[in-house]
T-cell receptor
Framework: AQSVTQLGSHVSVSEGALVLLRCNYS??????LFWYVQYPNQGLQLLLK??????LVKGINGFEAEFKKSETSFHLTKPSAHMSDAAEYFC?????????????FGQGTILTVHP | DAGVIQSPRHEVTEMGQEVTLRCKPI?????LFWYRQTMMRGLELLIYFNNNVPIDDSGMPEDRFSAKMPNASFSTLKIQPSEPRDSAVYFCASSPVRLAGDYNEQFFGPGTRLTVL
């Protein structure tokens, strides 16, 4: 079975600073990996995904993540935080090669951006 | 496209009452998912459908919970009788048919915030 661990339930950064949200996964087979963002009182929205190919994936709003198999990690970064980035972020994993990939979510990381 | 539509957005009810949550998936999507989000347990998949057929309901917590999808454009999640511990945000999501070797995004609705008193 797969699992996801997000390190840090709360991350606080200043506007313009680097954003780094950590995600480690466990999977016995090659995983598909995702980052979703949830703004207050809204549903989840896909930021980016890794399935195959290039290990550095770029998403919306300037976010990117790098799949590191040796470290079983998929950390989310953004060079310069903006106030509008304040939200909750979820890392998720799915098993590749199945007819349906059940998503397993991490516990979420709340990002606060200070002026 | 209007996206995934859920109703009601907020529901407050008393313990023991029946609660019905509704979802309209994105037209043309073959998969529909029901999730529950709580502070304690995070996001949990309750059940999912493929072409209106329930495929995996292993996440449904108890027999008090039931879900149906009578047609491609409508699904319900029912709790009968409701209990205070059912208080949570319930999300519906839909996804287009899977392509071999790829994974299709799940599109989430805005959620229904359920409070059981």
């Amino acid at each position: 079975a797969q699992s996801v661990t997000q390190l840090g339930s709360h991350v606080s950064v200043s506007e313009g600073a680097l954003v780094l949200l950590r995600c480690n996964y466990s999977s016995s087979v090659p995983p598909y990996l995702f980052w979703y963002v949830q703004y207050p009182n809204q549903g989840l929205q896909l930021l980016l995904k890794y399935t195959t190919g290039a290990t550095l994936v770029k998403g919306i709003n300037g976010f990117e993540a790098e799949f590191k198999k040796s470290e079983t990690s998929f950390h989310l970064t953004k060079p310069s935080a903006h106030m509008s980035d304040a939200a909750e972020y979820f890392c998720a994993v799915s098993i590749s090669g199945t007819s349906y990939g059940k998503l397993t979510f991490g516990q979420g990381t709340i990002l606060t951006v200070h002026p | 496209d209007a996206g995934v539509i859920q109703s009601p957005r907020h529901e407050v009810t008393e313990m023991g009452q029946e609660v019905t949550l509704r979802c309209k998936p994105i037209s043309g999507h073959d998969y529909l998912f029901w999730y529950r989000q709580t502070m304690m347990r995070g996001l949990e998949l309750l059940i999912y459908f493929n072409n209106n057929v329930p495929i995996d309901d292993s996440g449904m917590p108890e027999d008090r919970f039931s879900a149906k999808m009578p047609n491609a454009s409508f699904s319900t999640l029912k709790i009968q009788p409701s209990e205070p511990r059912d208080s949570a945000v319930y999300f519906c999501a839909s996804s287009p048919v899977r392509l071999a070797g790829d994974y299709n995004e799940q599109f989430f609705g805005p959620g229904t915030r359920l409070t059981v008193l």
